[in-house]
């Protein structure tokens, strides 16, 4: 288990731009496979992104590819989402997870051992 902090979050108009950032406050990341889910009310939660401990290999849910970026710099301990031409169904709490690296099931909450605590997300004209 590794201690999460996501950040970032805010009030965006749709069509436009939040880069969440989820920083390690103990350990490093640098083994760690990272992923993003969502939660809206009313809502399943659903899986957004994830990116493996090299940053080779990067995942995307079908709602958000094509406009959303994940990325990581294990020098900082940091991994970002980069969350362009947003739309109001993107509104929600947006978690980071980890996990040491497994072999698969990165979109699948169950397989991550570490969360934070959450940044809203909403996107409203």
């Known amino acids: 288990q590794v201690q999460l902090v996501e950040s970032g979050g805010g009030l965006v108009q749709p069509g436009g731009s939040l880069r969440l950032s989820c920083a390690s406050s103990?350990?490093?990341?640098?083994?760690?496979?990272m992923g993003w889910f969502r939660q809206a009310p009313g809502k399943e939660r659903d899986f957004v992104a994830a990116?493996?401990?090299?940053?080779?290999?990067?995942y995307y849910g079908d709602s958000v590819k094509g406009r959303f970026t994940i990325s990581r710099d294990n020098a900082k301990n940091t991994v970002y989402l980069q969350m362009n031409s947003l739309k109001p169904e993107d509104t929600a709490v947006y978690y980071c997870?980890?996990?040491?690296?497994?072999?698969?099931?990165?979109?699948?909450?169950?397989?991550?051992?570490?969360w934070g605590q959450g940044t809203q997300v909403t996107v409203s004209s």
């Open positions: 997870t980890a996990k040491e690296k497994i072999g698969g099931g990165y979109d699948s909450w169950a397989v991550y051992d570490s």
């Open positions: 103990g350990r490093t990341l640098s083994r760690y496979v």
């Open positions: 990116i493996s401990w090299s940053g080779v290999g990067t």
